[in-house]
């Protein structure tokens, strides 16, 4: 299985961007995904996270009301739009696999499959 990431950059505050992650595996239409961020010194942490069938979406607190997860099963790919942007933001951010549940697994050792990640940089 195969994530790959992209969209990252560089962005100033109050910016947006729109992350793309496309899977290689042929079951994703009957997986969960998540989005995480890992800013340097700092665990991993859970974003964005949306059920197979894109009908169940979850967000971490910090990104509430600014970030959207979406999904294309058609295209095997999930989406991040985020929208205004914070300098706390700044992180890379990596597409994760999860299992088939109803609800969304929030800790990343529930994902099996993880993509090399992608670089966001809010500046100020």
């Known amino acids: 299985v195969q994530l790959q990431a992209s969209g990252g950059g560089l962005v100033q505050a109050g910016g947006s961007l729109r992350l793309s992650c496309v899977a290689s595996e042929r079951t994703f239409s009957r997986k969960n995904m998540g989005w995480f961020r890992q800013a340097p010194g700092k665990e991993r942490e859970f974003v964005a996270g949306i059920n197979w069938n894109g009908g169940g979406t979850h967000y971490a607190d910090p990104v509430k009301g600014r970030f959207t997860i979406s999904r294309d099963n058609a295209e095997n790919t999930v989406y991040l739009q985020m929208n205004s942007l914070k300098p706390e933001d700044t992180a890379i951010y990596y597409c994760?696999?999860?299992?088939?549940?109803?609800?969304?697994?929030?800790?990343?050792?529930?994902?099996?499959?993880w993509g090399r990640g992608t670089q966001v940089t809010v500046s100020s």
């Open positions: 994760a696999l999860g299992p088939l549940r109803v609800l969304i697994d929030v800790a990343p050792g529930e994902y099996s499959y």
